[in-house]
């Protein structure tokens, strides 16, 4: 409601490159891994892999728009992480149990936060004739939402603010 219609298909494509950086926060710890454990010919095996699948995303998806093409890109990204992680895994003994039960409860909490959000703002909408006042309501409302959120996080040892201090 902030911009206007015509940017939706961007905002869309915006999505998919932050889904996609999300998405390759795990293959980038793969190449440093295999590195360390003196298999840089698999380092480079995994890399071309990746790329070539990409590239052939890239091909296969660009005639359907930016936004395939797009959401193309985050899928394969998606795909060389959890490869990336199984490659891992065989190479060393790694407990994905215990980080997949955290991930989940992360993820758990982050739609909960976005599902409350997206209903805070419409029931402040729907109260509020003023468009853009109702946004920046809603934005403040969720802000503090959000420090609640965080300290939960926190809380549940999900999130560690360590990581803002180094």
Same mark, same amino acid.
Do not use: C, N
């Given at each position: ?50 790329? *070539? &699948?990409? %590239? @052939? !995303?890239?091909? +296969?998806?660009?005639?359907? =728009? /930016?936004? #395939? $093409? ?62 853009? *006042? &109702?946004? %920046? @309501? !809603?934005?403040? +409302?969720?802000?503090?939402? =959000? /420090?609640? #959120? $965080? ?16």
């Amino acid at each position: 409601s902030f911009f206007r219609p015509e940017y939706m298909p961007a905002a869309v494509v915006a999505s998919a490159f932050a889904a996609k950086a999300l998405f390759g926060a795990g293959e980038m710890f793969v190449e440093p891994f295999l590195a360390a454990k003196g298999r840089t010919g698999v380092a480079m095996a995994f890399g071309s892999v990746s790329t *070539g &699948a990409m %590239v @052939l !995303a890239v091909l +296969i998806s660009a005639p359907f =728009g /930016l936004q #395939v $093409l797009s959401w193309a890109q985050a899928a394969i990204t998606l795909l060389a992480t959890i490869a990336g992680l199984v490659l891992v895994g065989r190479m060393e003994r790694i407990d994905f149990g215990g980080a997949a039960v955290r991930f989940a409860e992360a993820a758990g909490l982050v739609a909960i936060y976005g599902g409350v959000l997206l209903l805070l703002y419409r029931v402040i909408a729907g109260a509020i004739d003023h468009q853009q *006042g &109702a946004l %920046v @309501l !809603a934005a403040v +409302i969720g802000g503090i939402l =959000g /420090l609640g #959120v $965080l300290a939960l996080s926190y809380h549940r040892k999900l999130f560690y603010l360590k990581v803002f201090s180094d």
